[in-house]
């Protein structure tokens, strides 16, 4: 169990702590191949690419999940703390609306993609799993929205500091 709620923590930061590593270490492999042995790699920078791709899109769910991600705290500021609840719910709602669209108009084009065969040009990879990232990434942020409507129910109160922060 205590796994389980490990894995539920931190199951964002381990992905997004193994992507940046990847990336760091073939970048810094690409640049000391590039410019030391004059041979450098033809894949490196398509690697990065797609791996900074699949970190910004799982990144959104870090966010959701630490209550980092961006919003307008103004609205609350104005009618005080009571009706934090409501802003936050109005704005959950929006984020599961919004997550909903960006996987249900994903999957066709991953499946598009798989039929067509198409493969990136260095790496030879298919290209669906790089565009699988976009369904993967907001289903994650779909869980981790859902978890927070959940605790702003279950938590008694929610008090805002001097800057309206929660």
């Known amino acids: 169990m205590k796994a389980l709620r490990y894995l539920e923590r931190y199951f964002e930061r381990i992905l997004l702590t193994i992507a940046l590593l990847v990336m760091a270490t073939v970048l810094f492999a690409q640049v000391i191949m590039r410019y030391f042995l004059r041979s450098p790699f033809v894949w490196s920078e398509e690697l990065a690419r797609y791996v900074l791709v699949w970190a910004a899109i ?9 209550r980092k991600h961006i919003s307008v705290d103004f609205l609350p500021l ?10 936050a719910v109005i704005a959950h ?45 907001f289903s994650l942020t779909l869980l981790r929205t859902i978890q927070a409507l959940v605790m702003d129910f279950v938590s008694p109160r929610i008090e805002l500091n001097e800057q309206g922060d929660i």
């Open 58 to 66: 799982i990144g959104v769910s870090l966010a959701v999940r630490e």
């Open 78 to 87: 104005i009618f005080g703390e009571r009706s934090y609840r409501i802003f």
């Open 93 to 137: 709602i929006g984020v599961l609306a919004f997550s909903f669209i960006m996987i249900s108009a994903s999957i066709p084009l991953i499946e598009r993609l798989q039929a067509i065969g198409q493969t990136s040009p260095a790496l030879g990879i298919p290209m669906w799993m790089v565009y699988a990232a976009i369904p993967v990434g």
